[in-house]
């Protein structure tokens, strides 16, 4: 294998010395810079799912993906085809036929990204600078799948076992960065197969390098698109104004009645089902060294809004939302041009909570839509594919597990946290019957989707030691898992 970095690997300190008696941090130490040489072998790889000229690349990222994995020793390793990219899986059962059946997501795929975006360096050719990789999906996401493979064999290493603790199966799709079109209907497809107890994400993030959290919550999405037509075309609005319905004037009529005076989403039975945080959940948001300057600064925003009596990490973490991604009809060209539009349309997108139903949430958006609409306004409504949301409650004792892998990983207390972002793990939820647990390492700065995406390297071996402590881990508690 080549070597992706340069001498600096070894000379920036990014992994801590191994302590004495401490087996899994010695044998990753002792094996990091093998971890990393084909961590940059993979990198170099460019599978941009989201370009079709990429379409090799993402197969032979599979395939190198595929070819690692049975080198790590798992004995089940096959490549699956969907109607677009390939999704590898794996297998490695544990000696124990009772134990805990437990599949890690992740994805292969990456961002397409292009020196001329602003990166420093080629992005499909890693670098370390100041104990930082440098590369396309060295954080989002292929870093965070391959620190699996350091980890199952610093598990066994450490516990002298031939096989994992746990039965261990992975499912790392390769069309993520497209909005994982196929993703749901190949879990539904392969249910056997990927039959689990747990499900474990890595494609996820912490709070920051100093604060280590644990992610136990995301959020789901549903969007649609709103087309109102009034007359058969364009009028002239002397002779026509205030005698016909302005389908411009609707489309702002209902993007009015969206929200209520508390910033409340006005749709009827909208927040149906809702799971409200608990007050120890609120609490430990609060304990976050939150400085919602700085987060201000980030959005590029000027003040904080949303529904009244929850803070800001609250309202992006834990409560639903409706918003307009688009409004437009009417002339849009220099100077004026007197008509009464034909046409208007709106792009919404809401995001949902734990207890939400997709189903439920577009029937009430539907209805709601034309309550509101004047005679002579005629509507189409077209949702796309919806993503349902997760949580796992922070007493489950597998994030317990998770929580204490961390720890032991960080020398430190581990916090928690939410996603208010949406993604497919949902869907491994809502089909395998599973709780969903995030363990990834990634931090804000890390610039997912950006140029100069990095992964802090001390960091991602922490992640490499909280992956080998969970097993055992999960596999020793599991009798108290419902």
Known sequence: MSKPVDSAVSADGAVSAARPGNAVRTYVDQHRDAFLAALGDWLRIPSVSAQPEHAPDVRRSADWLAATLRDTGFPTVEVWDTPGAPAVFAHWPAADPGAP??????????????????????PFEPVVRDGRLYARGAADDKGQVLFHTLGVRAHLAATGRSA???????????????????FRALVEARADRLAADAVIVSDTGMWSADTPTVCTGMRGLADCEIELLGPDQDIHSGSFGGAVPNPADAAA?????????????????????????????REL????????????????????RGERGYTTLERVWARPTAEVNGIGGGYQGPGGKTIIPARAMLKLSFRLVAGQDPDRVEKAVREWIADRLPAGIRHAVVFGAATRPCLTPLDHPALQSVTRAMARAFDREIRYTREGGSGPAADLQDVL??????????????????????????????????????????????????
């Open 164 to 182: 994992p603790a746990v039965h261990l199966k992975l499912l790392v799709e390769g069309e993520e960065e497209s909005g994982s079109p196929h």
């Open 101 to 122: 059946t437990v599949l890690v997501y992740g994805h292969h795929d990456v961002q397409p990204a292009a020196r001329e975006d602003g990166w420093h360096t080629d």
């Open 253 to 281: 009529r209902l993007v009015a009645a969206l929200h209520d005076e508390h910033g409340r989403v006005s749709v009827p039975g909208f927040y149906d089902g809702v799971v409200d945080l608990t007050d120890r959940e």
């Open 433 to 482: 019957g599973a709780p969903v647990l995030f363990l990834g390492i990634s931090i804000p700065s890390d610039g997912w989707h950006a140029p100069d995406e990095k992964v802090e390297l001390d960091l991602l071996f922490k992640g490499v030691e909280a992956a080998a402590h969970l097993w055992e881990d999960l596999a020793e508690n599991w009798r108290d898992v419902p």
């Open 285 to 304: 948001f609060a304990e976050l060294p939150f400085d919602e300057a700085a987060w201000l600064r980030t959005a590029k925003s000027h003040a904080t």
